[in-house]
């Protein structure tokens, strides 16, 4: 079974703190994403990338950046935490399988709490 | 750009149908998808229909699809308790996948 692993369940950062947000696939999956979960607004696409060292904006990058050395992990980074940046984030992952059918594989989640 | 539009709640009693449905804009969308998310969990994958199909069935779930008005909808016959959760609609359009904001379903004994 593919797992998507994030290190932290439950994570509490101050305002203003730079917070990195790991994630971890072990599948050799190419595509990996992250989104945000808030309620009424359902799942938001932050970031995305399809391959090492590639990355493009999703819906709402503005106040993140990611990371991608290697295959396996995808970091998002959260340069100067504010409180609107509260959230449930999850990372998925996708093999590059036909273009047009794409199955995520999500991880259990990162509930950030920015004080 | 892309929209995915669902209801927010669903109530339902044990054994009984549940119904739940999902409108969406993209006119190029070739997959769509059904995702369930139960407590403190991520989402997983439940079913997903190619946009050449009306229907698609597997065990207790049926999935329709109406390609003329865009709505999808998920039906899930004789509905368990451990069917509650929150389940999301996806839309594969150009380069990615767009989620609706999630139906939560309970299911009352």
């Known amino acids: 079974d593919v797992k998507v692993t994030q290190s932290s369940r439950y994570l509490v950062k101050r305002t203003g703190e730079k917070v990195f947000l790991e994630c971890v696939q072990d599948?050799?999956?190419?595509?990996m994403f992250w989104y945000r979960q808030d309620p009424g607004l359902g799942l938001r696409l932050i970031y995305f990338s399809y391959d090492v060292k590639m990355k493009e904006k999703g819906d709402i990058p503005e106040g993140y950046s990611v990371s991608r050395e290697k295959k396996e992990r995808f970091s998002l980074i959260l340069e100067s935490a504010s409180t609107n940046q509260t959230s449930m984030y999850l990372c998925?992952?996708?093999?590059?399988?036909?273009?047009?059918?794409?199955?995520?594989?999500f991880g259990s989640g990162t509930q950030l709490s920015v004080l | 750009g892309e929209d995915v539009e669902q209801s927010l709640f669903l109530s339902v009693r044990e054994g009984d149908s549940s119904v739940i449905n999902c409108t969406y804009t993209d006119s190029s969308s070739t997959y769509l998808y059904w995702y369930k998310q139960e407590p403190g969990a991520g989402l997983q994958l439940l079913t997903y229909?190619?946009?050449?199909?009306d229907m698609k069935q597997d065990q207790r779930l049926t999935v329709l699809l109406n390609k003329k008005d865009k709505h999808l909808s998920l039906r899930i016959a004789d509905t368990q308790t451990g069917d509650s959760a929150i389940y999301f609609c996806?839309?594969?359009?150009?380069?990615?996948?767009?989620f609706g904001t999630g139906t939560r379903l309970l299911v009352s004994p």
């Open positions: 229909i190619f946009s050449n199909m």
């Open positions: 996806g839309s594969r359009g150009f380069q990615k996948l767009v």
């Open positions: 599948m050799d999956h190419e595509n």
């Open positions: 998925a992952s996708s093999p590059r399988g036909p273009a047009t059918n794409e199955k995520l594989f």
